[in-house]
């Protein structure tokens, strides 16, 4: 076994046996990894292994089994974000996505980094569902998907009113409109946006402030490319969808 001090994101944790937990970590140096808590209600770790803590860990890495925490140093908690529930339902989103996105085991910092960065503007009260569609289309790649919203698939113009085809992965301007008799016919504003969230780098986001119906028909189309190009229904996001049809409900009956 290998002792290695990195920087950690709990993803979560879930009973192991009696009074034992599994806790999967999202660490800095090596990769998504499960580790072995051993009696953790009674365990001194118990409170560093929630979901969505930070901390400077010192971990014995298994390679062919289970790892175990040896000690940690500098604990973060988002408590912002775990304080408000639509909050708290977006960050688990994208923690889930980024447990999909890669394999255990792999070293993947630059994606630690950028989920951290993501999770630090959650708390510090940007808006979670603009910051949750920019993780959305730059984690893309991850799953082995390269769609392009930035010039055109046939003549490779940029700054055009776009449409977007499933047939190209990408967009087409009004010149080659006619290439996929079945496009999608989206806003091109949408695109555009989506254009701008794959290329933004995070911390502009600050200047980003969208209407409801914009924000919408961004979630829609996004959920579209990812049923068809990603293809993963996580329990997460089916909460944030329940969470928006209860929010609407409310609305209803205020009016
Ligand atoms: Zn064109």
């Not at 919203?149 to 776009?162: D, I, Q, S």
């Not at 794959?198 to 189309?221: G, H, N, W, Y």
Request: net charge negative.
């Amino acid at each position: 076994m290998d002792v290695r001090e990195t920087k950690g994101l709990i993803l979560f944790n879930r009973d192991y046996r009696e009074d034992d937990k599994l806790v999967k970590i999202f660490t800095e140096m090596s990769g998504k990894r499960m580790f072995f808590v051993k009696h953790a209600s009674r365990s001194a770790l118990n409170p560093v292994i929630q979901p969505l803590v930070v901390a400077d860990f010192i971990l014995r890495i298994n390679d062919n089994g289970l790892s175990y925490i040896v000690d940690y140093k500098k604990v973060t908690h988002y408590s912002k974000i775990t304080a408000d529930l639509f909050r708290l339902a977006y960050a688990s989103y994208i923690l889930a996505l980024a447990d999909a996105a890669i394999e255990d085991n792999v070293q993947d910092p630059n994606l630690f980094v950028f989920l951290k960065k993501v999770l630090d503007l959650m708390e510090e009260g940007l808006d979670y569902e603009i910051l949750t569609n920019i993780f959305e289309v730059q984690i893309l790649d991850r799953f082995g998907v390269l769609l392009n919203f930035h010039n055109c698939c046939v003549c490779h113009r940029a700054g055009l009113p776009f449409d977007f085809s499933y047939r190209y992965s990408g967009v087409l301007c009004p010149k080659h409109y006619d290439r996929d008799e079945h496009r999608t016919h989206i806003d091109s504003n949408v695109l555009y946006l989506l254009d701008c969230f794959q290329q933004v780098p995070i911390d502009d986001v600050r200047t980003i402030s969208l209407k409801p119906e914009m924000k919408a028909k961004i979630r829609q189309f996004l959920d579209s490319l990812y049923d068809d190009y990603v293809g993963i229904h996580l329990k997460s996001k089916k909460f944030i969808d329940d969470l928006e049809t209860w929010g609407d409900i409310m609305k209803t009956q205020r009016d």
